[in-house]
């Protein structure tokens, strides 16, 4: 009987002591050192820049990326393809408006990891994409090495109501069409 007994309580306390050596730490990332990148595609060509990062953390257990989150300054939407009173600034102006990401009621932009997969250096990461206050999963694959998090994935702007110039949503559009995925470089130092 007391064999019995003991069997449990030994496998109780096995599992407590393996418990006890994973450790869930957060890294801060380095938002001044980090950078995200955009590319908008349009029937006649694209238009690129930068976005500011706000903050972010990552999540690891021994060594494994298991979590975190990031916030893009939508206020600092930057166009780098074009210069100074060459259309940069009626462009950004226009990023900026209600037309798409209408930051000034929205100043901010999420992701908040929900899932991970994968192991050593390269993941399959999901998450909840938010911009303009809605929120959609997203999957993209982010390699993680030397303090370094990258990941470059497309981002359907339509589903976060940003539908100017879709030829998804307008006909007669023609040449003056935009699509409807633009592109996101991240790059996270910590």
């Not at 238009?47 to 939508?74: A, N, P, R, Y």
């Not at 600092?76 to 408006?97: C, F, P, R, Y």
């Not at 209600?98 to 992701?111: I, K, L, Q």
């Not at 998450?127 to 990941?151: E, Q």
Request: no cysteine; charged share 25%; hydrophobic share 35%.
């Amino acid at each position: 009987m007391k064999t019995n007994i003991l069997k449990p309580a030994f496998i109780i306390i096995l599992a407590m002591s393996f418990a006890s050596f994973t450790t869930i730490f957060s890294k801060d990332v380095k938002v001044k050192d980090s950078t995200i990148t955009w590319k908008g595609h349009k029937v006649t060509g694209s238009h690129e820049g930068t976005i500011s990062l706000s903050d972010g953390t990552l999540k690891f257990e021994d060594q494994k990326l298991v979590g975190g989150h990031f916030t893009m300054d939508m206020t600092s939407i930057n166009v780098t393809d074009l210069k100074a009173g060459k259309g940069k600034e009626k462009l950004e102006g226009h990023l900026k408006s209600d037309d798409f990401f209408g930051s000034a009621n929205y100043p901010e932009a999420t992701f908040e990891i929900t899932k991970v997969d994968g192991k050593k250096e390269t993941y399959t990461v999901t998450g909840d994409l938010t911009i303009k206050g809605k929120t959609h999963p997203t999957t993209f694959t982010m390699t993680v090495k030397n303090n370094t998090a990258t990941a470059n994935f497309k981002v359907d702007r339509t589903k976060y109501d940003i539908k100017y110039g879709s030829a998804s949503f307008f006909d007669g559009l023609k040449d003056k069409a935009i699509y409807d995925e633009f592109d996101l470089n991240v790059i996270l130092k910590f």
